[in-house]
């Protein structure tokens, strides 16, 4: 008896959420906090830092292009890494610009998913890009006499092609799934839009969405392994040949590792964020957990690389100086 009551209770229940369930217009985006008097000064630091990226980034893509004894593969990997950076940056900055300056904390539907569709392929190209790179690094640190045969022009075009090709359709198919769901909740708490907090607002079962998030999320730990290996196998090389080859090596392969383990370490924060109930944690540590990823690597990485690598930091120094 006490089971049919439950039961009955369940249906009812669902047939409400069913009958909940209308159309959404917007999302309103709950995590931002009442901080009127610091508006003004939080618009102005964000928009200083995005007009920093965004010039930061141009400039070491201006000098790939312009100079041609920069018309090698790591450094159209590079290139095609501060492109990223822009594309990131610029897929989160004016969204959190506009929501301080009118201090209106909803986004429409279809703003909110291309914006998930945004931030989303920035983090797979970022990994993807850094995979190439650091095969790239292998391939000339450990096979120097028959690198150019390897990496030859075509197969960078290729690597170039499927580092931007493929995140876009592994998060193509992501919002697509989750676009097709039936919501019955519109409040997000975060300061931008995320995937994994829409899908927890559906009415009904997401099985397929999770399936899909874990095989999306298990072949970006994949990139991410392939790539510390590649390094592994390239200090093992390093460390036994001569010093100056250990030190030539370290120096071109720490910018990139240091790269990697900055997003990687923001994009854990993340997940940990999004997986994990953090309702305890400081409200302004979560905020700033959640858009560390996102803020600070298109600008780590222009000034990480613009000053470790000697060839992209004299051509700097003579824009800027005339001399090298």
Not at 87 to 93: D, K, M, N
Not at 156 to 167: D, K
Request: glycine share 4%; net charge positive; with cysteine.
């Amino acid at each position: 008896m006490g089971h049919h009551v439950k039961r009955m209770i369940m249906q009812e229940s669902k047939r409400r959420l069913i009958t909940n369930s209308t159309k959404i217009p917007y999302f309103t985006l709950a995590a931002y906090i009442d901080s009127t008097h610091f508006d003004f000064l939080i618009f102005t630091i964000l928009l200083l830092l995005y007009v920093l990226i965004l010039c930061s980034n141009a400039l070491l893509i201006v000098v790939i292009c312009m100079s041609r004894s920069l018309h090698e593969p790591m450094y159209m990997f590079l290139g095609s890494l501060f492109v990223n950076e822009l594309y990131g940056s610029t897929a989160v900055f004016p969204f959190l610009l506009v929501q301080i300056l009118f201090d209106v904390h909803t986004v429409s539907v279809p703003l909110c998913f291309l914006q998930i569709f945004g931030i989303y392929t920035y983090a797979n190209v970022e990994f993807c890009n850094l995979a190439v790179m650091s095969y790239d690094r292998y391939l000339a640190i450990c096979y120097p006499l028959r690198y150019n045969s390897l990496m030859a022009n075509s197969k960078t075009a290729i690597l170039l092609s499927l580092t931007w090709l493929y995140p876009f359709l592994a998060v193509g198919v992501l919002i697509s799934l989750s676009a097709s769901l039936r919501l019955c909740g519109s409040i997000i708490s975060k300061v931008y839009c995320d995937n994994y907090s829409i899908v927890k607002l559906a009415c009904f079962d997401t099985t397929i969405n999770n399936a899909y998030g874990l095989f999306y999320t298990a072949v970006t730990v994949c990139v991410v392994l392939t790539i510390f290996y590649s390094y592994m196998r390239i200090l093992k090389v390093c460390f036994s040949g001569s010093k100056q080859t250990r030190q030539k090596a370290v120096s071109t392969c720490a910018p990139h590792l240091a790269s990697l383990l900055n997003f990687s370490c923001g994009c854990f924060f993340e997940i940990v964020q999004n997986r994990f109930d953090m309702k305890d944690t400081a409200t302004l540590l979560r905020i700033f957990l959640s858009l560390y990823w996102l803020t600070c690597q298109p600008l780590f990485n222009p000034v990480l690389y613009g000053l470790n690598l000697t060839k992209i930091c004299s051509i700097c120094k003579i824009i800027f100086f005339g001399k090298a």
